[in-house]
Structures are given as C-alpha cells and as structure tokens.
C-alpha cells in the first residue's frame, strides 16, 4: 500500500500557518494518543521555534494508558508540557489551563518586566486532520463561541475566543499535513482510520492490525475472536467472517466484510485501548 497526501494542500495548509505563528504566543498540538509519533507533523517543530509548546494526547480514552504515560515523558523530556485528554469530554480541561499558564511563563514574567499587565496569552490549536481539533475547540471553548466566525455576515478575518482573562484562542485550527516518508507512518494512520478508506486494501490493513496487535498485546484477539494464539492473520478474518455470518451472493465468505468489521472494532475501542507505537522505537 502506498499513501501520499497532495501537495498542493500541503504548501497551502504551511502557509496558512506560518501566517497564523506569527500572531500567537502558543501552540497547542493535538496528537492521537493511540499513535503518538506518526500523528504529528515533525516540521511544527520548525514552523513553531520559539513558541511555547503544549502537546494533547487526544484520543487517550482509546489508547493504552501505560504506554500514553511513556510517551507523556518522552515529550517532556523534549521540552514540551503535555497533558493527556478525551476532546469529547471535559475531563483534563482544568489541567490544560494550568500547563498553558506553565508553558507561557517566560513570556508572562517578560510581560511583566516590560510592565504589560494582564495581556492574555494567544494561542491557536494545530494538528493533522481528524485528531479531534474541532471537537477540543468546542468542548474547551463552549460551542456558542467556537462557531461565532462560521456565521454568515460575520466579517472574514481572525476570529480570537476569549477562554477566560488569561488565554485568548484562534477560532480555527491550524491543519498539518501528514508526513508519509516512512510508510509505516502511513499504515498507522490508516489503521486509526485517518485516511479515506476506500483507497485501501482493507483485507491486508485488517491483517497487519491484527498481526500488530498479537505481537504488543498477546492473548486480546484470541479471546475476542475465540481463535487460537497461533492463529495466522488470514485464518483469523476466515472464522470472524463464518461466526459474524459475513457472505457475498452465494454464501460465499465475504473477506472484505469480515476485514471491515475487525478494523472498525478496534478503531472505536470494542476490542480494548492500544497504543500502537513504543517511545522506545524512537
Ligand atoms: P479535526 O477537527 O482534527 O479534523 O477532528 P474532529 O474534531 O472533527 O474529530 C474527528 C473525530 O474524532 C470525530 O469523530 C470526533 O468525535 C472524534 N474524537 C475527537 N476527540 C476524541 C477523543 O478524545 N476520543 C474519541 N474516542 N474520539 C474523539 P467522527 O466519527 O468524525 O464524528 P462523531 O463520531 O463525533 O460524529
């Protein structure tokens, strides 16, 4: 499987936010908890040089929660304050007004040298698409005000949302591009369903999963799909699809249908939380 993303959306999306950094004090990035490393878009580090950083761990309730603990500490120990979070729910919204305040010290303490007092901190939300942008902006910010700049009659241009008398957020959220050099990048990310669908092979994405998940978490899919341990990937798609009844006209089994349903399993969580990628690979 080869993925790619078009690169004129690319050199769009980059100057959109080099436009946008050059107004905030703060970056706020989402990433997928379930795969911390291939849902991030290494060149913010670029794009975002001298801006405090605070990286989401969004998706976390999806996600192996030992191993987002790891990868909270490897992003620490790169400078940058994280907090873990579930952008549907307000869980963890209290923490991220502490560490924005946190990460912004510098320029608060520079503020007040300088005398400027109480000039909130402005920070924008960035992230690679479907990583749950949106819903955080809503959930943190309160629908009303997240949607002011999408009504008809409101005048084009940068809409900020007052989150309270410290932190000012732009309204919409700066989108990163993934990056596929490695394919391996790019089989992760279809995996949590971030690219379309309909240009992958789903019977061999269902069997690298599966493949994936018996070598980190042993035991979990033989005792969901009552298979045995040693069970290769195609065998175990075999029984899903003669146990969940999965046929094509002729009652012959229908692979693809069987493939769907393990992948759609593990994308909502039916299957258990995962963290398909290791802070020591990296
Ligand atoms: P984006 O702006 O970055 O493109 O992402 P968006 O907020 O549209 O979120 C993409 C999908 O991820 C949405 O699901 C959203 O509900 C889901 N999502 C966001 N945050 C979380 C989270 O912390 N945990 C879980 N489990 N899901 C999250 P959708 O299927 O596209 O829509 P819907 O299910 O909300 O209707």
Known sequence: MQF??????M???KRQMQEDIKLIDLIIELVDARIPFSSR????DELGKNKARLILMNK????????TEAWSGYFKEKGCFTVCVDARSKKGMKLIQNEIMAACKEKIERDRKRGIKNRPVRAMVVGIPNVGKSTFINTYAGRACAKTGNKPGVTKGKQWIRLN???ELLDTPGILWPKFEDQKVGLHLALIGSIKDDILNTEELAETLLNLLMSSYPGVIAERYGVKEEETA?????????????LKKGDELDYGKAASLVIDEFRSGTIGRFTIEDPKDR
């Not at 790619?4 to 959306?9: A, K, M, N, S, V």
């Not at 195609?234 to 999965?246: H, N």
Request: hydrophobic letters at 40%; aromatic letters at 6%.
């Open 234 to 246: 195609a065998g175990i798609l075999e029984m899903v699809a003669k146990a969940r009844g999965c």
């Open 41 to 44: 878009n290494p060149d913010i």
């Open 165 to 167: 008398k410290n932190v």
């Open 4 to 9: 790619q993303w078009y690169p004129g959306h």
């Open 60 to 67: 976390a309730d999806l996600a192996d929660p030992k191993k």
């Open 11 to 13: 050199t769009k999306a």
